[in-house]
């Protein structure tokens, strides 16, 4: 076979499922139909889940870099530095639950050039200028065809992970169901040349959609005229009629430098897997970008799979484990579809919502109402239902962890630590404080888990943990009693093979 794995597109999914992969010892191979990475600035940003997976693997840095940039440019934009549900600017930092746990503000083009630098240096490869133009999946393979410049090529794996986008090629060629909602807009957001002589109305909503403008920069959301082709690039003709639309002044457009559109279209598959083929990302489900779910949901979709699909090609996965990617990746896209139309329904033209939109942004003022639009919006109230996890279960069993502060044992001499720290090299993390039975339940995957005993979790009602490779809570003992020894257990057999059968797969 040619790889392992071949990831189909080079976006942010599929350069972060690559590297997962790899991290997980196989041999993954992208293949892409760009010559080049896009420079369309698509996003502005990820949630705070997916900054914290970028942060496990020692991306924490670039993401900072990029951080004052980010900040100046959303000023600039959306005229506010808080986040927005429907374009109502109220969702405020500083009053949710953990407000240390916030997201990063990086350009799409930006954040696939730190995932490129981060899958090369862990030696993923990568084919540019591959078109997909045929999948067919046997017993034991995947073969998939593609239209080069040097003509047509044959590339085999054992699967094939459509990180293709909205338009997935992988997707239609497999023959995914795709239903959904058709769009209620058109959004275009274009840097470009404006006249306007009487001056253009400010930035918000109008009788017949919603303007946004700054120097240099114009953008408008269009409910009148939603039959486009967002294949097509966007004119100075098409974005000043939307212009004229929605602004209800005579414009004339004399430059367009960089232009995109988006609808608010909202789609999911049924399943995330059909066979030897999986989807990811925009592939599995699209909706619109308010809020900016969409970069969060394709990433974690990917740290998700990667560890999940590593185990299973290398024969050391648990019974079923490649199924309960879509059976907990799916229902989250699910509530982000929910809400994002939610926001399509708020931001329509009309007396009616606009009534409706001043009691939302008055109930907004609630701060518990806030903090359920931050909770809705950064995805930190996401649990994954657990099958090994009783009603007894710590309160953060199958919760996305936060990045610990670990203060070390005073009798090893080692310095404090996090938890990203643990986690860099991608496999499971155990970190307790010193109960004995949890280390005797932990004991036969010795050679599986990196295991941390320390003095303390500073974290309220934490004594120890146990964490998956994608961040995720497995098993967790709180501070008022003996650790539950048999729920660790649990845990350890569901999602990992004990170290000696591990071992012996490897012979």
């Not at 490779?469 to 004990?498: S, Y």
Request: hydrophobic share 40%; with cysteine; proline share 7%.
């Amino acid at each position: 076979m040619d790889a392992d794995v071949i990831v189909v597109g080079a976006g942010p999914a599929g350069l972060m499922l690559a590297a997962e992969l790899r991290l997980h010892g196989v041999r993954p191979l992208l293949v892409e139909q760009l010559a080049e990475p896009s420079a369309e600035p698509r996003a502005r940003g990820i949630g705070p889940l997916a900054a914290e997976a970028l942060r496990r693997r020692g991306l924490d840095e670039p993401l900072r870099a990029h951080q004052p940039r980010g900040l100046s440019d959303r000023r600039r934009d959306h005229g506010s530095e808080k986040g927005h549900f429907a374009w109502i600017h109220k969702i405020d930092q500083q009053l949710q639950e953990e407000p240390d746990r916030a997201g990063a503000l990086i350009w799409q083009p930006d954040l696939e050039r730190v995932l490129a630098d981060h899958a090369e240096a862990l030696g993923v490869r990568a084919h540019r200028e591959h078109v997909v133009t045929g999948v067919e999946q046997s017993a034991d393979r995947v073969t998939v065809t593609c239209r080069t410049p040097a003509g047509e090529r044959r590339l085999a794996s054992a699967y094939v992970i459509g990180c293709d986008g909205g338009r997935s090629a992988v997707r239609k060629l497999t023959g995914f169901a795709f239903p959904g909602t058709e769009p209620l807009m058109v959004a275009r957001r274009a840097r470009a040349d404006v006249v306007c002589p009487a001056g253009l109305p400010p930035t918000g909503r109008t009788p017949t959609g919603t303007l946004f403008h700054a120097p240099g920069m114009v953008g408008t959301f269009d409910f009148e005229d939603v039959r486009t082709d967002t294949r097509a690039p966007v004119t100075a003709q098409e974005l000043e009629a939307s212009l004229r639309r929605v602004a209800g002044a005579e414009v004339e457009v004399t430059a367009v430098h960089q232009a995109m559109r988006f609808t608010d279209q909202a789609r999911l598959v049924p399943s995330y897997r059909s066979g030897r083929v999986l989807l990811a990302g925009d592939s599995a489900h699209v909706h619109s970008p308010n809020g900016g779910q969409g970069l969060t949901l394709g990433l974690l979709d990917a740290a998700n799979l990667g560890w999940k699909l590593a185990a299973t090609l290398r024969g050391t996965a648990p019974e079923g484990l490649l199924d309960t990617y879509t059976a907990e990746r799916r229902p989250v896209a699910e509530a982000t579809l929910h809400n994002t139309r939610a926001q399509s329904a708020l931001m329509r033209p009309g007396p009616h919502t606009d009534a409706l939109r001043d009691i939302v942004s008055d109930l907004m003022d609630i701060p518990e109402v806030n903090r359920y639009f931050g909770r809705l919006l950064s995805g930190l109230d996401t649990r994954y239902a657990l099958p090994h996890a009783g009603p007894d279960a710590h309160r953060l069993t199958g919760a996305h962890c936060p990045d610990l502060n670990l203060r070390p044992a005073a009798s090893d001499g080692t310095a404090a630590t996090t938890l990203a720290r643990l986690a860099e090299q991608g496999g499971p993390v155990l970190v307790h404080t010193g109960q004995p039975q949890v280390e005797r339940a932990a004991r036969p995957w010795h050679g599986v888990l990196r295991t941390a005993r320390v003095a303390a979790i500073e974290y309220d009602d934490l004594s120890a943990l146990l964490v998956r490779p994608d961040g995720v809570i497995a098993w967790a003992a709180g501070t008022d009693g003996p650790a539950d020894a048999d729920g660790l257990e649990r845990a350890l057999r569901a999602w990992f093979v004990p170290s000696d059968r591990q071992e012996a797969v490897a012979r």
